[in-house]
């Protein structure tokens, strides 16, 4: 099994481009989320779904939209991309949405530049 | 905001020691995660203590939680220069079920 995967690895944009990040993961978990970490920081949560066919905002979502797409795969997208933009994106998947939550598991990460 | 803070934010040792790191938080939790980054890596996930537990391990882990102070310690024993990450602990609160981030310790461990 692959785990989480996501494309691209590495992408540098200019101020007000668009762009799709990309997550699948191969586990059968039903929820998914989009990180956003800053250097020397923690990680922030932009958007999750707890389940296909639900989205919800997290703790930064300005400037962003996703999209869960199937079961596997939850999409985040930069409509008009600014330089507070930059960071590393990572996804993540948990297997169960409960008031306990659960561990999640993270893809590698996406490197962002907005120049 | 950042729910967990942790504490150190960088330890450096020398092999075969213990590392300790430290997390507090504000809110009531359902439970406290600890999870590594290794250098452009993704997090993995090392061990989940829910808030009726006080204590637990894992290999060489230690885990503790105490609700009243509200804090938590993960111990690592006989250190090895692969445990070199960061580790970043993560609470759940009790009013809902995400997961927030501490800003994390770096550790290093010398060979």
Redesign the interface.
């Known amino acids: 099994n692959a785990g989480?995967t996501q494309t691209p690895k590495f992408q540098v944009l200019k101020t007000g481009q668009s762009m799709t990040l990309q997550c699948a993961q191969d586990m059968n978990h039903n929820s998914m989320?989009w990180?956003r970490q800053d250097p020397?920081?923690?990680?922030?949560?932009i958007y999750?779904s707890?389940s296909e066919g639900t989205t919800d905002k997290?703790?930064v979502p300005n400037g962003y939209n996703v999209s869960r797409l199937n079961k596997r795969e939850f999409s985040l997208r930069l409509e008009s991309a600014a330089p507070s933009q930059t960071s590393v994106y990572?996804c993540?998947s948990s297997g169960l949405?409960?008031?306990?939550?659960d561990?999640?598991?993270?893809?590698?990460?996406t490197r962002l530049t907005v120049l | 905001?950042?729910q967990?803070e942790e504490d150190p934010q960088a330890l450096s040792i020398q092999e075969g020691e213990n590392a300790t790191m430290n997390c507090s938080y504000k809110t009531s939790i359902?439970?406290l995660?600890w999870y590594r980054q290794n250098s452009?890596?993704?997090?993995?996930?090392l061990i989940?203590i829910?808030s009726n537990e006080r204590e637990k391990h894992s290999g060489r882990l230690r885990v503790t939680l105490d609700t009243s102070k509200k804090s938590s310690s993960l111990l690592i024993t006989a250190s090895r220069a692969a445990d070199t990450a960061s580790y970043?602990c993560?609470t759940?609160e009790?009013s809902g079920?995400?997961?927030?981030?501490?800003?994390?310790t770096q550790l290093t461990v010398n060979p």
């Not at chain 1, 949405?97 to 939550?101: D, H, I």
Request: aromatic share 16%; hydrophobic share 35%.
């Open positions: 989480v989320y990180y020397g920081m923690g990680l922030r949560l999750y707890a997290g703790e990572f993540a949405w409960s008031p306990e939550g561990e999640q598991f993270f893809g590698p990460g | 905001s950042q967990g359902n439970n995660q452009g890596r993704g997090l993995v996930h989940l829910r970043f993560a759940v009790t079920s995400r997961l927030t981030f501490g800003e994390g």
